[in-house]
């Protein structure tokens, strides 16, 4: 690769993705453990036998009537009534974002995201030609809004990014946070919200907030809460200008017409997909009771997962715990680990494994 003419802010830089190792128990990846209800994966084969008959035309390339499914369901869900033409989707989340710094990014222009977050969206900053700047947090991983205000205005970033929940601290973020760091910048201003269906109760969505913000994006995806990380299928809400904007950047007939039949047959299970979420907030909310008494703490999560710690050194007791058959994620926070919220049986051999761990590898106490 040194031979090629690569561009210069790629040079150096490693592929994204979580370690791939042979492990029992895989808890690594945020993944919602639970199969797909019988009833859907019986539709999804006649949904895909359909679409299957015209493969040989290409697939509908503004995603009309998937668009149309997607802002009933956030109507419904949200607290907040959707059109179709502000709904946009693509292959994952990270389409989706990908695109809105095409259009929104780019040379000479800068995007910032308030660190530790998901590590792709300066990932993909740099792919688009984008610069990137890191946004500061407290101490406990949550975002000062005075301070945050401050560097916007100073930075005067085109894209910020706020996830919410947070990955891989699992917090989301007060949309009193949000209005203001809206408020203090005339970029556009995009919330990550592919964990929100795990949050806690009361816990609302940025969603809320789009009347009247036209330079609001929020993300959304099938890929965590819906069970359906295959599919490769991520979504936005937004101003309709937005979606109109996305479209001069999208790669024309982007989404298979079997990727749309499969989102909109799930979409028609959405009671039965979304059922899960609850058994998976509760193996969250006991893997967090349960830390205490290992000597371990945890940050607040409103997502699948639970961030935890601390330890002496994170990387040995990583490794310890895959010794054990778990596999977790070192998301490279000195001290902190990061684990899915699994099964039921996935957690007793998480906790298990981890007594052992923390017997070995001592956190470190009172911080």
């Given amino acids: 690769m040194d031979e090629l003419p690569l561009r210069p802010e790629l040079r150096g830089r490693t592929p994204y993705g979580a370690p791939q190792v042979p492990a029992a128990h895989r808890l690594n990846t945020n993944e919602n453990p639970h199969p797909l209800p019988d009833e859907l994966l019986a539709d999804l084969g006649t949904a895909l036998g359909h679409a299957a008959l015209e493969l040989n035309r290409y697939p509908d390339r503004d995603a009309r009537e998937l668009r149309a499914d997607l802002a009933g ?22 389409e989706v974002l990908q695109q809105i710094l095409q259009a929104f990014g780019g040379a000479g222009r800068t995007a910032l995201g308030f660190t530790p977050s998901y590590s792709m969206h300066p990932i993909i900053a740099a792919g688009t030609g984008t610069g990137w700047v890191d946004g500061h947090r407290r101490a406990d991983f949550t975002i000062d809004p005075s301070a945050a205000v401050a560097q916007l205005r100073e930075v005067a970033p085109d894209v910020v990014f706020l996830t919410s929940p947070n990955n891989p601290t ?16 005339s970029g556009m201003v995009v919330v990550d ?5 795990f949050a806690r109760t009361g816990t ?16 959304r995806t099938m890929s965590k809460a819906f069970g359906m990380a295959g599919l490769r299928l991520g979504y936005l809400a937004a101003d309709a200008a937005v979606v109109d904007a996305l479209q001069l950047v999208r790669l024309p007939y982007h989404l298979s017409s079997l990727t749309q039949a499969a989102a909109r047959a ?40 639970v961030l935890f710690g601390r330890f002496a050194d994170a990387s040995a007791a990583w490794q310890a715990l895959l010794d054990r058959g778990v596999l977790v994620r070192d998301v490279g926070l000195p001290g902190w680990l990061r684990v899915t919220a699994g099964t039921a049986a996935e ?11 923390a017997r070995v590898h001592r956190p470190v106490l009172g911080d």
């Fill in 193 to 197: 919200e592919a964990y929100a269906e």
């Fill in 170 to 185: 699992g917090t989301a973020v007060p949309l009193e946070t949000i209005e203001q760091l809206y408020d203090a910048t």
């Fill in 73 to 94: 369901y956030l109507s419904r869900t949200a607290g907040t009534a959707l059109e179709p033409a502000q709904v946009w989707a693509a292959n994952g989340s990270n």
């Fill in 266 to 305: 799930a979409l028609a299970h959405t009671d039965a997909l979304l059922a899960t979420v609850d058994a998976v907030r509760g193996q969250r909310d006991r893997i967090v009771a349960e830390l205490p008494a290992l000597g371990l703490t945890s940050v607040p999560s409103d997502a699948n997962f």
């Fill in 347 to 357: 957690t007793d051999a998480f906790l298990t494994a981890l007594g052992e761990v």
């Fill in 204 to 219: 609302p969505s940025a969603l809320t907030l789009l009347q009247g913000r036209p330079r609001l994006i929020v993300s």
